[in-house]
């Protein structure tokens, strides 16, 4: 599991104003094989990111000298380091803004270990690419990229050109949440980024199609507020 | 299920009848007047009547004052009936009885209804009111209903007719702006036979006073003609209140006939009649009236003053609006006023001067009105012929009331011209003399007033002729020259005496307009530059001294208490202050020059401001020198300005205390926020690291790290109520409503409760084809969230929980069910429920009582609203409605 078994091992860079916080991410992520660096205050921590240049970045929103927003936006000038947001429960605009600004995800306090892990994977995962996948495989489900096809059991799954672009982009950001603008963005175009509905409707005839029940969707995730997420870790 | 604690914030639904039931006590009472054409008809006992019909249908009533004058019928019916018992006064020795009017009003409970008899009767000296009509009407105002009697004598517009047909004057009448308060007039008619029949049966008796005015009124002429009037009266009446509910203009200024009257008032008691006159004209026509009164250079004797201000009086209690205006010329003024005031008819009495005093002064006031009136109507009515005098009358008073010194200078300066003519007579010849004599006169009459210009002509013309006329030492004129000579000079002397004089009384009158304007001036400059409210005051009442030559007092309302001002050179007695509190509750004047307690030593005025009294101005000059018209006026101008300065105190200490407020609660807030951010931050780590100790080595669910974890998600959730209660409070909660999935909503809201569910078996129950419908998801799913754990946590474990979901489109709405089979909720306190600090009787409950609080703020920001029942099966149902619209197409491709 832990990818420590390469030679050099993977660093990561946490930024957040809590001591305490700051600690149980180095107690977990050290217990993930990773490696940490700290830096307790933003400009610290852009310092770090540009002469450490560590593999990914953890990164609170809300840090005493800069907002985590504009981290983020200062950081991304320059640096396509994968960046996963910490942020508190309820605060649905900021996690928003920070998604479209360049963030790869977010984590919720109080999170659970196993989870930071899972997401830091998802994050490095991305960061490395491993070659262009042309066949997805999830529980029953195949998707050939190739093709354009889908079975579930074996039988073919007839998607509409929407379903299946909506289907592709959330594979394509695997284990990862893709805001709700973002997907109306590049499935309908600029100027429909506002068309929640659209989105709900085609997720709910994507779900009856693909998952086993589709009022408790096992794969196509809703994160509340903010957008979907393709998962099959359980 | 939830109940209430203790419950120490003031339910708002009670409050808000409470206030209703203020609001009804404080409406104004129903007024019916039992009408007749003269004593005798049967009022007292058709009142009586009605009365008892009251007390059946159980109506809270209170006979206030009822002559019986000893008859039998009308005791009979009173026996039974609660009678308020008597105030005795002590007149001049004699013990008279009146209405207890302050025990009346202070009877807990008040009554509904009381009866009061003869509306037009005047109280004795030393009551609060000199009639006790207005004793009606502060019983009105304090929202009584009121049964009263009265006969057509009595209404002040109809007591010229009732003269004209009886002989005999009326003295105690009720102005007809009272009568028309009356909300139902119930006419006791009765035929002169039957009448005189109850007349000779005794049935009818008369009070010793009135048994004078008995042979006039009960003939049989009379009577006919009386009951004709109290007829057409009424009738009128009814004509009158049908018009009102027809007229379908919603603007009620707009008279229906587009005529409003001008009456002409001056010092003569037959303005009476003319007011009258009009006041039924107008009301005839539907039309509104003014009473103009036009002020000369003339001055009046203070009688005439006095009567001039009475008849005034008369036509604002009879409904007129009232305008005083200066001018020589009587006739223009009228005009003037008239086309200001968009008048269409001018109403003046006929001349009673002598033609020649006419003929001087340019033809009599209706020739020069006819004039110049244009498109206006000139009514004229002949003035009855009553104990005046007419004529020109001379002010005999006012020529001898000059200064002494003034006629000093007058035989000062004649008997040094004579002196100096004496010498130069010889070199320049007497008719030069007459040419200073004449000159003489013209410089004194700039200097001295009327009457001592007029003396100085006479006596220099006098001089003249006797010294240096020949022959001379005679009054004899002999040639015709010097008599036309002398005539001229007499003539030129006596005008020219009274053109100056005139002069100076406009000058005169112009620096009192400026002193007034000054003095207005002044306040207002004072009071801004006034730092404090103090130094305004101070200010204000030292003005007020030096302008009314008097004493005054300014009393504050602060709360429900007037507080006499230290600056106040006028102290309020025990007595004094009474009137103040009667002037500041009703917002009127009251004390003296006043209807209301006006035996009192100061002037009463309150300083009312968009309806609200801030407090009271009091005058007090010495008794022998009242204040005149114009100068009330002022006073009130002075109160207006006054009003404005406490307005302006009271609502800066309003904002004051606003301020103050929100900055306690901004404080609180950060406080809150402050402790709440620190609490977060450690909780967040205990959680997470609970989280992945309780994941990492526990299949098991009794394991510490689990325990750890449990209690670690309920103090978060302690946390964050408060926050959350914050941000409905504050108004920083804004809903971000978007399209929302119900089993999306579901999903999220189970997730974070699953485990507090574990002992309650649940069933979920949302179409699978539910549309989609606008919400904050974020909102939503807390608002689940906490109603299922409220189940969990209120109910019994093993019972079930519901949870539902749906549409209502015929009433467009989203509705959410959380039912449970715990022990259901009362009725009595389904209201509270989602009161802040409210938590239910089970000890075992956790949590600060806020969760409901937060889920119906949460509904109803996001426009839709929490219901709490009762489950058909036992136990208690919490519905959520949301609005539904559904949304537009959604392109399949």
Request: net charge neutral; hydrophobic share 45%.
């Amino acid at each position: 599991m832990p990818p420590a078994a390469s030679t050099a091992p993977v660093e990561i860079l946490i930024i957040d104003d809590e001591i305490q916080i700051r600690r149980l991410l180095r107690i977990t992520l050290e217990a993930g094989g990773y490696r940490v660096r700290e830096a307790e205050n933003a400009s610290l921590g852009l310092n770090e990111a540009a002469v450490q240049r560590p593999d990914a970045i953890i990164l609170d929103l809300s840090l005493p000298d800069m907002s985590g927003l504009d981290v983020l936006r200062r950081l991304r000038e320059w640096s396509h380091t994968p960046v996963l947001i910490l942020s508190v429960q309820g605060d649905e605009t900021a996690k928003i803004a920070a998604l479209d600004a360049g963030a790869d995800d977010y984590l919720t306090k109080p999170f659970d270990g196993g989870e930071l892990l899972a997401r830091v994977r998802v994050l490095l995962r991305r960061a490395r690419p491993a070659g262009e996948v042309s066949i997805a495989t999830f529980g029953d489900v195949q998707v050939d990229f190739t093709r354009r096809t889908v079975t579930k059991a074996g039988a073919d799954v007839h998607l509409t050109v929407k379903e299946y672009a909506l289907l592709r982009l959330l594979l394509q950001h695997r284990g990862k949440v893709v805001t709700h603008r973002q997907l109306l963005r590049d499935i309908w175009g600029p100027g429909h980024e506002e068309d929640t509905h659209y989105l709900r409707v085609h997720m709910a005839n994507l779900r009856k199609k693909i998952e086993a029940i589709a009022e408790q969707p096992a794969f196509l995730k809703t994160e509340s507020g903010i957008g979907y997420r393709f998962t099959d870790a359980g | 299920m939830p109940a209430p604690a203790h419950d120490r914030r003031p339910d708002p639904d009670a409050l808000l009848a409470s206030f209703q039931r203020e609001e009804k006590r404080a409406r104004r009472g129903s007024l019916k007047i039992f009408f007749g054409m003269c004593p005798g008809v049967g009022k007292t006992y058709a009142m009586l009547r009605a009365a008892q019909q009251e007390q059946k249908d159980g109506t809270d009533f209170l006979v206030g004052i009822v002559e019986t004058h000893g008859r039998a019928e009308t005791e009979t019916l009173l026996a039974g009936l609660p009678v308020l018992p008597r105030k005795q006064i002590d007149y001049r020795g004699i013990q008279v009885t009146e209405m207890d009017l302050d025990a009346l009003l202070a009877r807990q409970p008040r009554p509904r209804l009381v009866l009061v008899d003869e509306f037009a009767h005047t109280n004795a000296e030393g009551s609060r009111h000199p009639k006790r009509y207005q004793d009606v009407v502060e019983l009105l105002d304090a929202g009584i209903d009121i049964f009263t009697t009265l006969n057509v004598q009595h209404v002040e517009s109809r007591a010229d007719a009732v003269r004209q047909i009886t002989g005999a004057t009326v003295h105690e009448t009720v102005p007809d702006s009272v009568f028309e308060l009356a909300d139902q007039i119930e006419l006791i008619d009765l035929t002169p036979e039957a009448l005189r029949e109850r007349l000779a049966e005794g049935k009818v008796y008369l009070a010793d006073r009135a048994r004078a005015a008995a042979d006039g009124f009960f003939k049989d002429t009379h009577l006919t003609a009386l009951r004709e009037l109290a007829l057409r009266f009424v009738a009128e009446r009814v004509e009158k209140r049908l018009r009102e509910l027809r007229a379908t203009s919603p603007l009620k200024t707009v008279w229906r006939s587009g005529e409003r009257l001008l009456v002409a008032i001056g010092p003569s008691p037959s303005s009476l009649q003319l007011v009258r006159w009009t006041r039924r004209m107008a009301a005839a026509q539907g039309a509104s009236w003014i009473a103009v009164s036009v002020e000369s250079s003339r001055a009046l004797l203070p009688e005439d003053r006095r009567r001039r201000e009475q008849n005034l009086a008369l036509a604002s209690e009879l409904g007129a609006e009232i305008v005083i205006t200066h001018d020589e010329n009587i006739a223009a003024a009228l005009v003037r006023v008239a086309l200001q005031n968009n008048a269409t008819q001018i109403v003046v009495g006929q001349s009673r001067n002598p033609r020649w005093l006419d003929f001087v002064r340019g033809g009599n006031l209706v020739d020069r009105l006819l004039r110049i009136s244009g498109p206006i109507d000139i009514y004229v009515v002949p003035a009855e012929r009553l104990a005046e005098k007419p004529g020109l009358r001379i002010d005999w008073q006012a020529a001898f009331h000059a200064p002494a010194r003034e006629y000093c200078d007058v035989l000062t300066t004649v008997g040094v011209l004579t002196v100096v003519s004496w010498f130069i007579v010889p070199y320049t010849g007497y008719l030069s003399v007459g040419l200073l004599y004449l000159l003489a006169v013209i410089v004194l009459s700039l200097r001295v007033g009327r009457w001592p210009v007029l003396a100085a002509g006479v006596l220099s013309a006098l001089t003249w002729n006797f010294l240096f006329i020949p022959p001379l030492f005679t009054f004899v004129i002999s040639k015709f020259e010097d008599g036309m000579m002398f005539a001229t000079y007499f003539i030129v002397a006596l005008v020219s005496g009274q053109l100056t004089g005139r002069f100076r009384a406009q000058a005169r009158h112009e620096r009192l307009r400026e002193a007034r304007a000054t003095a207005l001036f002044h306040l207002t400059q004072a009071l801004s530059a006034a730092r404090t409210l103090d130094d305004a005051v101070f200010a204000a009442l030292r003005q007020a001294d030096d302008i009314f030559g008097a004493k005054t007092a300014l009393l504050i309302a602060d709360n429900d208490t007037l507080t006499a001002h230290f600056a106040g050179s006028f102290t309020v007695t025990e007595k004094e202050r009474a009137v103040a509190e009667w002037a500041w509750r009703h917002r009127k004047k009251a004390g003296r020059f006043t209807d209301t307690l006006p035996s009192s030593e100061g002037f009463h005025l309150p300083l009312v401001r968009d309806d609200t009294a801030h407090g009271v101005l009091v005058i007090s000059v010495p008794p022998d020198t009242p204040l005149t018209l114009a100068q009330r006026e002022l006073a009130e101008s002075f109160a207006t300005q006054l009003a404005l300065v406490l307005e302006r105190e009271q609502l800066r200490a309003v904002g004051e205390r606003e301020k103050l407020l929100a900055e306690s609660d901004k404080l609180h807030r950060a406080l809150l926020d402050g402790v709440s951010h620190e609490l977060k931050t450690p909780l967040a780590v205990l959680g997470a690291a609970a989280e992945t100790f309780a994941t990492a080595d526990a299949p098991t669910r009794e394991n510490p790290a689990g325990e750890i974890r449990t209690a670690t998600r309920r103090l978060t959730r302690l946390v964050t109520n408060p926050l959350d209660q914050t941000r409905l409070e504050s108004g920083v909660l804004k809903p971000h409503l978007d399209w929302s999935d119900a089993h999306d909503l579901v999903n999220a809201a189970l997730d974070g409760v699953r485990e507090a569910l574990v002992s309650h078996p649940l069933e979920t129950a949302v179409p699978a084809d539910m549309p989609l419908f606008r919400a904050d998801a974020a909102l939503m799913e807390q608002v689940i969230a906490n109603l299922l754990l409220n189940a969990a946590l209120h109910t019994p474990s093993g019972t079930p929980i519901f949870l539902a979901a749906g549409v209502d489109t015929a009433r467009a709405r989203v509705f959410f069910t959380v039912a449970d089979r715990g022990p259901g909720l009362p009725a009595a306190m389904r209201e509270r429920l989602f009161q802040k600090f409210q938590r239910g009787d089970a000890a075992r409950a956790g949590g600060l009582g806020l969760g409901l609080s937060i889920i119906r703020g949460f509904v109803v920001a996001q426009g839709g609203e929490v219901v709490a029942g009762e489950n058909p099966g036992g136990g208690a149902v919490f519905t959520i409605y949301l609005p539904f619209t559904a949304h537009s197409n959604v392109p399949t491709e």
